[in-house]
């Protein structure tokens, strides 16, 4: 059983210097660096050879989400500027890919850069051109506390409306990693997408996936292999920092998700040979099989996977894949829908026992994070070898850096 108590945050750290952080991508998305780990043996290659050492038959499975224009500025008439950075829709929907499409005004729990600048009930107002239409936007903080703002906006000398999707595309900006410490420039909005990123909602980009270009998408299902493509909207808590020695501490953020029923079936049929691509897809793949071991304990419970919930049912015995799956196809069939929305902040660290995921892509990723801990997770001890490998190869690392195929023991 996993000692929750016994997992220290200083066993997960590594020497990070600044210059080998990727301020900026290739020129070519699939040149860069690959390294394939499979039962502690190491090879180095390039990205778009990953075909040649992927699993016989796997299916690859991808997070389509798209990153929004989150970050928005707003000036003051004394000339303060207060920047909002979008989390969370809350009204008139919670449901991200719905609250794109809002139009005149909704509410969002939101960071707030400059805060104290801002008094409750104080009108920010802009004007943009949204669509080669004249709008004219207002901000209020309507939720002291829980930093909750209101917008709103209207399009001036037309009957006409816009939504909020094409508002924050004219209004905000691409948020980049705060560790690449630079202002976002207009390369970034093609750049810090992947090439198949379709849902719109994510703050940051589910970056394993850059590497990937239509050439490498096409050349994999050439050579057999299936491509899958769920939706987990990333959360800006991605980039939090572990603060406490002892991790079980650490608050997990929330992020959306949403599976289909192809998804499902999909999965179901290649039960053993899945590969997500990126942590997020491996969070979102998890989360689906407890969410399946709750409806096989209550055919009503709600999609919602809690940080700790894998741990709690350590020793016993619990459904497999297959009938977790077939769990949530049932629920599907149930409801008659065709998707199903839900929010999980699980927390995957060493100890944790993978029950749909045989591997992962993914880039090199932040010391002390929730991430290298997945890893460690996935790889065990061997998360280090491959980290020295990296280094001593010159691999670029985290968002527009090099990558992994890690396949697990």
């Given at each position: 059983?996993?000692?929750?108590?016994?997992?220290?945050?200083?066993?997960?750290?590594?020497d990070?210097?600044?210059?080998?952080?990727?301020?900026?991508?290739?020129?070519?998305?699939?040149?860069?660096?690959?390294?394939?780990?499979?039962?502690?043996?190491?090879?180095?290659?390039?990205?778009?050879?990953?075909?040649?050492?992927?699993p016989?038959?796997?299916l690859?499975?991808?997070?389509?989400?798209?990153?929004?224009?989150?970050?928005?500025?707003f000036?003051?008439?004394t000339?303060?500027?207060?920047q909002?950075?979008?989390?969370h829709?809350?009204?008139?929907?919670?449901?991200?890919n719905?609250?794109?499409?809002?139009?005149?005004?909704?509410v969002?729990?939101?960071?707030?850069?400059?805060?104290?600048?801002?008094?409750k009930?104080?009108?920010?107002?802009?004007k943009?051109?949204?669509?080669?239409?004249?709008?004219e936007?207002?901000?209020?903080l309507?939720?002291?506390?829980?930093?909750?703002?209101a917008?709103?906006?209207?399009?001036?000398?037309?009957?006409?409306?816009?939504?909020f999707?094409d508002?924050?595309?004219a209004?905000?900006e691409?948020?980049?990693?705060?560790?690449?410490?630079?202002?976002?420039?207009?390369?970034?909005?093609?750049?810090?997408?992947?090439?198949?990123?379709q849902k719109?909602?994510?703050?940051?980009?589910?970056?394993?996936?850059?590497?990937f270009?239509?050439?490498?998408?096409?050349?994999?299902?050439?050579?057999?292999?299936?491509?899958d493509?769920l939706?987990?909207?990333?959360?800006?808590?991605?980039?939090q920092?572990?603060?406490?020695?002892?991790i079980?501490?650490?608050?997990?953020?929330?992020?959306?998700?949403?599976?289909?029923?192809?998804?499902?079936?999909?999965?179901?049929?290649?039960?053993?040979?899945?590969?997500?691509?990126?942590?997020?897809?491996?969070r979102?793949?998890?989360?689906?099989?407890?969410f399946?071991?709750?409806l096989?304990?209550?055919?009503?419970?709600?999609?919602?996977v809690?940080?700790?919930?894998?741990?709690?049912?350590e020793?016993?015995?619990?459904?497999?894949?297959?009938v977790?799956?077939?769990?949530?196809?049932?629920?599907?069939?149930?409801?008659?829908?065709?998707?199903?929305?839900?929010?999980?902040?699980?927390?995957?660290?060493p100890?944790?026992?993978?029950?749909?995921?045989?591997?992962?892509?993914?880039?090199?990723?932040?010391?002390?994070?929730?991430?290298?801990?997945?890893?460690?997770?996935?790889?065990?001890?061997?998360?280090?070898?491959?980290?020295?490998?990296?280094?001593?190869?010159?691999?670029?690392f985290?968002?527009?850096g090099?990558?992994?195929l890690?396949?697990?023991?």
């Amino acid at each position: 059983m996993t000692n929750l108590t016994s997992i220290k945050l200083s066993d997960y750290t590594y020497d990070l210097p600044d210059e080998r952080i990727a301020k900026f991508p290739l020129a070519q998305r699939d040149q860069s660096k690959l390294q394939v780990y499979r039962n502690g043996t190491i090879t180095h290659t390039k990205f778009y050879q990953i075909g040649d050492f992927l699993p016989e038959n796997c299916l690859l499975v991808f997070n389509n989400t798209k990153v929004i224009p989150a970050r928005i500025h707003f000036q003051k008439a004394t000339g303060a500027t207060i920047q909002i950075f979008l989390l969370h829709p809350i009204a008139p929907t919670p449901v991200i890919n719905l609250a794109m499409e809002v139009q005149e005004a909704c509410v969002w729990e939101c960071m707030i850069g400059n805060r104290k600048r801002w008094k409750k009930d104080e009108v920010l107002s802009q004007k943009v051109w949204v669509n080669q239409l004249e709008v004219e936007v207002k901000a209020t903080l309507v939720a002291n506390d829980e930093n909750h703002v209101a917008l709103s906006w209207q399009v001036l000398q037309q009957d006409t409306k816009v939504t909020f999707v094409d508002l924050i595309q004219a209004l905000g900006e691409i948020p980049l990693p705060p560790y690449l410490n630079r202002a976002t420039e207009a390369a970034d909005y093609e750049t810090y997408q992947t090439v198949y990123s379709q849902k719109k909602g994510a703050v940051a980009a589910p970056t394993a996936g850059l590497h990937f270009t239509n050439e490498v998408l096409t050349g994999l299902q050439s050579k057999g292999f299936q491509l899958d493509y769920l939706t987990l909207h990333v959360g800006a808590g991605t980039f939090q920092p572990i603060k406490v020695e002892n991790i079980i501490e650490h608050r997990m953020h929330n992020e959306q998700l949403v599976f289909n029923r192809t998804n499902v079936l999909r999965l179901l049929a290649n039960i053993d040979n899945i590969i997500p691509v990126g942590t997020t897809s491996m969070r979102a793949l998890e989360s689906l099989y407890w969410f399946g071991v709750k409806l096989c304990e209550d055919a009503n419970a709600s999609f919602f996977v809690e940080k700790l919930f894998p741990y709690q049912h350590e020793n016993r015995v619990i459904p497999t894949p297959t009938v977790a799956l077939q769990a949530v196809l049932a629920h599907l069939e149930a409801t008659g829908k065709e998707e199903i929305i839900g929010e999980t902040e699980i927390f995957i660290f060493p100890g944790y026992q993978f029950k749909l995921c045989k591997g992962i892509v993914t880039n090199y990723h932040q010391p002390e994070s929730t991430l290298i801990l997945l890893i460690a997770a996935l790889i065990g001890e061997d998360w280090r070898k491959v980290y020295e490998e990296a280094m001593q190869n010159d691999y670029r690392f985290l968002s527009y850096g090099d990558s992994s195929l890690l396949l697990g023991h």
